[in-house]
C-alpha cells in the first residue's frame, strides 16, 4: 500500500518562501502522478499543481502560477513543491495525492475523486 506523507508546513510571513515534501514509502513515487491540494477553513479542496510520473509534465493552478514549483527527487522518493511569494491567501491544509498517469492526466488532474492515495496535510499559515 502506497503511503504518503506530508511535511514542511508552518508559519511563513508574506512574501516568504517554503518548500513541502510528499514522501513515499511502500512504492516507488516515480511510478506515479502526484498532485498537491490545499484545503482552507470552510473551503473546498482545491487542486494547486500536479506533475506526471516522468517529471516532464506539470500543471499549476492559476492562483499559484509563477509562484510555486513542483519538482521530484527519485533517491528521496520524494516529490517537492517550492512555494515562493506567499500571500495570506495561501494559507491552508497542504496535501499531496498520487494515482497513475492515465488516472490524473486522462482525467480532470484538480479533481479530488481522480486520486487514491492521499497523505495526511501540512498546515501552511502565511501572516505577518
Known amino acids: 500500500q502506497l503511503q504518503l506523507e506530508e511535511s514542511g508546513g508552518g508559519l511563513v510571513q508574506p512574501g516568504g518562501s517554503l518548500k513541502l515534501s510528499c514522501a513515499a514509502s511502500?512504492?516507488?513515487?516515480?511510478?506515479?502522478?502526484i498532485g498537491w491540494f490545499r484545503q482552507a477553513p470552510g473551503k473546498e479542496r482545491e487542486g494547486v499543481a500536479c506533475i506526471n510520473s516522468s517529471g516532464h509534465k506539470r500543471v499549476y493552478a492559476d492562483s499559484v502560477k509563477g509562484r510555486f514549483t513542483l519538482f521530484r527527487d527519485s533517491v528521496q522518493n520524494t516529490v517537492y513543491l517550492q512555494m515562493n511569494g506567499l500571500k495570506a491567501e495561501d494559507t491552508a491544509v497542504y496535501y499531496c495525492?498520487?494515482?497513475?498517469?492515465?488516472?490524473?492526466?486522462?482525467?480532470?488532474?484538480?479533481?479530488?475523486?481522480?486520486?487514491?492515495?492521499w497523505g495526511q496535510g501540512t498546515q501552511v499559515t502565511v501572516s505577518s
Open positions: 511502500g512504492f516507488p513515487l516515480d511510478d506515479y502522478a
Open positions: 495525492a498520487a494515482d497513475s498517469d492515465l488516472a490524473v492526466f486522462g482525467g480532470t488532474w484538480y479533481d479530488t475523486v481522480v486520486y487514491e492515495h
